[in-house]
């Protein structure tokens, strides 16, 4: 019998899709959100901005897991100073301090052969204006990643950061924001994200297209970077939902 994934922000999107495909490997699965979705498993509804969603979901799971998914995360989008605060607030708790958090709460139960994939984003390689806070989070994530990869790597704990570009989910939905063209699909970015595992990459970067872009910024002034991140985000911004 495999070991169990565990998997946040598993009722919709790409952690959905993940769900799936780690199914069809055989893994039992346990599913953490605030609603429940359509994949088999031990469903934990949880609120993982909170200290206390993070330890039911820690309670609800067994005490050797093949993997932990730290999937879950939102965006605000529009000017910063427009935002509500909470709202802001909650992206840092959710997509930064849960993760931080889920990490050191697992750490424990997975061993040589076990796996950590933390959702950054094609944005987290740059900052992304009328993106802020949620940019900046995936920055974060990024670089903790590959700095804890490199921790773990001597015992067989693999990190992966995934990061997809645009993809269709519930996400432009929560950020009030329209889907940009050339997207992917949530399960296109799982199926690659399992391969990219598999191939024990560290940084996951979706699409041959983001990998490129992302390449080329290398050589960019970053003020220029960040003004043609500028340029793009803008019309998704005004064609709002
Ligand atoms: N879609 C994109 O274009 C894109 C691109 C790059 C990276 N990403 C990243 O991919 C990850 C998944 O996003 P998605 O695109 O699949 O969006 P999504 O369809 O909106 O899914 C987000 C998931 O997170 C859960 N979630 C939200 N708030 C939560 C909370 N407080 N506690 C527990 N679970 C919570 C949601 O379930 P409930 O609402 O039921 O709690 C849902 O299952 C995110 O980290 C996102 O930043 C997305």
């Not at 609800?60 to 999937?71: D, E, Q, R, Y």
């Not at 002034?221 to 043609?228: D, F, G, N």
Request: net charge positive.
């Amino acid at each position: 019998m495999k070991e169990t994934v565990v998997i946040t922000g598993a009722s919709r999107g790409i952690g959905r899709a993940l769900a799936v495909e780690f199914a069809g490997r055989g893994h039992p699965l346990v599913l953490a959100a605030r609603s429940r979705g359509d994949v088999a498993g031990t469903v934990v509804e949880c609120d993982l901005t909170t200290p206390e969603g993070r330890e039911k979901l820690l309670a609800a799971s067994p005490a050797k897991i093949a993997g932990l998914v730290n999937n879950a995360g939102f965006a605000t989008a529009g000017p910063f100073a427009e935002q509500d605060r909470m709202r802001e607030r909650d992206v840092v708790r959710l997509n930064v301090e849960a993760v931080v958090d889920l990490c050191h709460l697992f750490l424990p139960r997975l061993q040589a052969g076990s796996f950590i994939i933390n959702l950054a984003s094609t944005a987290g390689f740059q900052p992304v204006p009328l993106f802020a806070t949620y940019s900046a989070s995936k920055a974060f994530v990024l670089s903790f990643s590959e700095a804890l990869a490199e921790e773990l790597a001597p015992r067989g704990i693999h990190v992966m950061a995934l990061c997809p570009g645009v993809t269709e989910s519930g996400f432009q939905k929560e950020a009030n924001v329209a889907l940009a063209p050339g997207y992917a699909t949530s399960e296109e970015v799982a199926k690659y994200a399992l391969k990219a595992l598999d191939g024990k990459k560290r940084v996951a970067i979706h699409g041959t297209k983001n990998a490129f872009l992302i390449f080329s910024q290398r050589l960019s002034p970053r003020i220029a970077t960040v003004k043609v991140a500028r340029k793009i985000m803008e019309p998704w911004f005004k064609e709002r939902h």
